[in-house]
C-alpha cells in the first residue's frame, strides 16, 4: 500500500505532564516518519473551527475549553496505512478502554484529556494536516 499520512495532536495534558518526548518515542517506534510538527497554543475560535465536526456534541464546549488551555504539538506523521496504524497505537478514545501499552493507556488522564488525537480517516487527515501546516512546512 502507497505511504500516507495522518495527523496527530499531543494535548495540554500530555504536554503538562512532560510527556512530549515519550510520546514521540512511541511515534517513532511505531515506524512512523514526522512529516510535519509545531509547537503552539490554539485559540478558543481555532480550536472550534478544528473540531467543528463536533460542534452539535454535549462535550463540544468542553472540548474547545480544554483544547485551547494550554500549548500542544501538532504533527503530521507518514507510514504505509497511517490512519489505522495509528488509531492501534494510541488506543481508544476512552482511555479506560484502551489497550495496555498504547499511548492513551500509558498517558492520557480522561476520555477529554486523552493526551492525544488521531485522524479518524485520510479525508480528515488531510483537511487536519491543512489546518496546520502548508505545503513548504512538510519535509
Ligand atoms: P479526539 O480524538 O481528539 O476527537 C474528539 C475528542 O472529543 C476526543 O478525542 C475526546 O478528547 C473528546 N471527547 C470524546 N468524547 C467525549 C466525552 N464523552 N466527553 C468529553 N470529551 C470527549
Known amino acids: 500500500m502507497a505511504t500516507n499520512i495522518t495527523f496527530t495532536m499531543i494535548k495540554p495534558d500530555a504536554v503538562e505532564a512532560n510527556n512530549i518526548g515519550p510520546i514521540l518515542a512511541k511515534i517513532n ?18 480550536a472550534g473551527e478544528f473540531y467543528a465536526v463536533h460542534s452539535a456534541r454535549p462535550f463540544y464546549g468542553e472540548l474547545v475549553e480544554y483544547m485551547s488551555s494550554g500549548p500542544i504539538v501538532a504533527a503530521v506523521l507518514s507510514k504505509d ?59
Open 29 to 46: 517506534e511505531g515506524g512512523f516518519r514526522i512529516v510535519a510538527m509545531k509547537y503552539l497554543r490554539l485559540t478558543k475560535e481555532q
Open 81 to 139: 496505512n497511517a490512519v489505522n496504524d495509528y488509531r492501534t497505537l494510541i488506543g481508544a478514545t476512552d482511555p479506560a478502554k484502551a489497550e495496555k501499552g498504547t499511548i492513551r493507556n500509558l498517558f492520557a488522564k480522561s476520555i477529554a484529556a486523552n493526551a492525544v488525537h488521531g485522524s479518524d480517516s485520510d479525508e480528515n487527515a488531510a483537511i487536519e494536516a491543512d489546518f496546520f501546516f502548508s505545503k513548504l512546512e512538510r519535509f
